[in-house]
């Protein structure tokens, strides 16, 4: 049977078992909805209202400043609909992922007289925002920043606390995306000095289809989900009990893995496969010098097609993944990398190695027995790389 080694963690992490134990019973037995009055209701209320206690400690919060949702999505989604309204200015990023960025150009072209106008701030050639770039961009109709704490592609940290105080002395809300910085590097929303912060339960071990929203007291947020009155009426829709209860847990066990160091054995192993890869020759790293997630690392290696190297990993058991999205049968370079400043070329050979709690060194191993070489023979399959080296 071919080994498997997953280092794709910031796509999706296993459920740490401890979850799923945990989960297992509110699937079975304890089934009831989590608003009714009897027995079965308060059982699982009282599921809830715990899970919302941890995730509440893992970031600093009061247990009330949490509303969970489905994920990152909803999270993201949440906080930007839920301030921005008709001639309101926000201001993003242009690494942002997705959630974010979408989000924020549906704002820009709704209709009038809903239309909000967006500034979306470059970054660096380490994947930074210039705090002061942030600042030069407000504009007396500035309502949100949204700047996310860690890049999915990269690992790459913005300078969030930063932002907060410019956000505070402005009077702007300010949300941040913690999606890929929730339990692996640890979290205080008041240190951050954020209004709304973004997590999703699969990132940290927890299941997928469960995340939440911290809400600072006092925030105004319109719900995107109207019906009931659930989560106090910030997000309408009988909870998942079984997935908070699990990102609940998770939560639990990620502020445990600090109180142990785990951040540091994390990075320790995150550099040893870095290091080891970057002797490969014509390889670099994206991100170089600026501070990163301690389980992120994102590498090119000129002259090959990233998906190509994936997908030669792949049929030998490592899971690895590209920044590049794939959309309509032609492979768009990163557009995290592209803002970075990268040829498109670099950007399509980059490839992303993301760690989770499960990985041990000798999975680490097991990628460096197999990534040079592979990494030879596409490049000896290249003319592009082939014209390069004469
Ligand atoms: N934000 C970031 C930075 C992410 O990496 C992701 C997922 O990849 C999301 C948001 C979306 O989260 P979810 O998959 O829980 O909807």
Redesign the pocket.
Known sequence: MTRRVYLDN???TPVLPEVLEAMRPYFGEHFGNASSIHHHGQETRAAVERARESVAALLGCRASEVVFT???????NLAIFGLARSGDHVITSTV?????LNTCKRLAKHPEPRRCEVTCIPVDGRGLVDPADVKRAIRPNTKLITI?F???ETGVAQPVAEIGKIAAEADIYFHT????AAGKIPIDVNEIGCDLL?I????LHGP??A?ALYVRKGTQLEPMLIGGSHERSRRAGTENVPGIVGLGKAAELARAGFERGDERKMADARDHLERELLDIEATGLNGEGAPRVPNTTNIYFDGIEGEALVIALDLKGLAVSTGAACSSGAIEPSHVLTAMGLRSDRARASIRFSLGKQNTLEDVDFALGLIPETVGRLRDLSPVYQRVRV
């Open positions: 910031n796509a999706t489905s994920g990152g999505t909803e999270g993201d942002e992922h997705h959630a974010v996310m860690a890049n999915n995306d913690a999606v890929q973004t999703s339960g699969h990132k997928q289809g995340g």
